[in-house]
T-cell receptor, first 112, second 114 residues
Framework: GQSLEQPSEVTAVEGAIVQINCTYQ??????LSWYQQHDGGAPTFLSY????GLEETGRFSSFLSRSDSYGYLLLQELQMKDSASYFCAVRDPSGATNKLIFGTGTLLAVQP | DAGVIQSPRHEVTEMGQEVTLRCKPI?????LFWYRQTMMRGLELLIYFNNNVPIDDSGMPEDRFSAKMPNASFSTLKIQPSEPRDSAVYFCASSEGTRAYEQYFGPGTRLTVT
């Protein structure tokens, strides 16, 4: 089967840098996505890595190492509004499908 | 673009009643997904459609749940009869076939069954 592991909670202070890790076990692999969800809101797409390396989008960066089945989301210059849950997700490799499998999410608390 | 639209935003109903949730995907998106989110079980995929055809309904919990997509701009998720354990936030999402990794979620329907 497929599984993704993330830390359940991370705490950091405003202005700092935080890294949220994701390890996955899948029978095939088509890339790693990251989503953000604020309390009471809907998940929103942040980034996607199909190949190894770092993808940067403003204050957020995402990294992938396919050989290690590992990725992370890096948030720089943390702001209070970054307090949210962050989910990694992989495309279901069990055939020609657009289904995503989501991790259990990491709750990021940014403190002043 | 208006994004994915869901209605109602909140629904409170009594056990045994029928509940219908509605979704309008983003125009041009050929995939539509229904998810359920709870604290205990996280984000679960219930069913998804491609070009209005149900592709995978393995996540539908039981026969009380049904979903339809009569055309490219409308889908419904029906629960009949509803039970307290169905209380959750139900999200609809859509995506383009070539960008499977990027799903756009609606605001969700918060369902409470008493």
């Amino acid at each position: 089967g497929q599984s993704l592991e993330q830390p359940s909670e991370v705490t950091a202070v405003e202005g700092a840098i935080v890294q949220i890790n994701c390890t996955y076990q899948t029978s095939g692999f088509y890339g790693l996505s990251w989503y953000q969800q604020h309390d009471g809101g809907a998940p929103t797409f942040l980034s996607y890595n199909a190949l190894d390396g770092l993808e940067e989008t403003g204050r957020f960066s995402s990294f992938l190492s396919r050989s290690d089945s590992y990725g992370y989301l890096l948030l720089q210059e943390l702001q209070m509004k970054d307090s949210a849950s962050y989910f990694c997700a992989v495309r279901d490799p069990s055939g020609a499908t657009n289904k995503l499998i989501f991790g259990t999410g990491t709750l990021l608390a940014v403190q002043p | 673009d208006a994004g994915v639209i869901q209605s109602p935003r909140h629904e409170v109903t009594e056990m045994g009643q029928e509940v219908t949730l509605r979704c309008k995907p983003i125009s041009g998106h050929d995939y539509l997904f229904w998810y359920r989110q709870t604290m205990m079980r996280g984000l679960e995929l219930l069913i998804y459609f491609n070009n209005n055809v149900p592709i995978d309904d393995s996540g539908m919990p039981e026969d009380r749940f049904s979903a339809k997509m009569p055309n490219a701009s409308f889908s419904t998720l029906k629960i009949q009869p509803s039970e307290p354990r169905d209380s959750a936030v139900y999200f609809c999402a859509s995506s383009e076939g070539t960008r499977a990794y990027e799903q756009y979620f609606g605001p969700g329907t918060r369902l409470t069954v008493t």
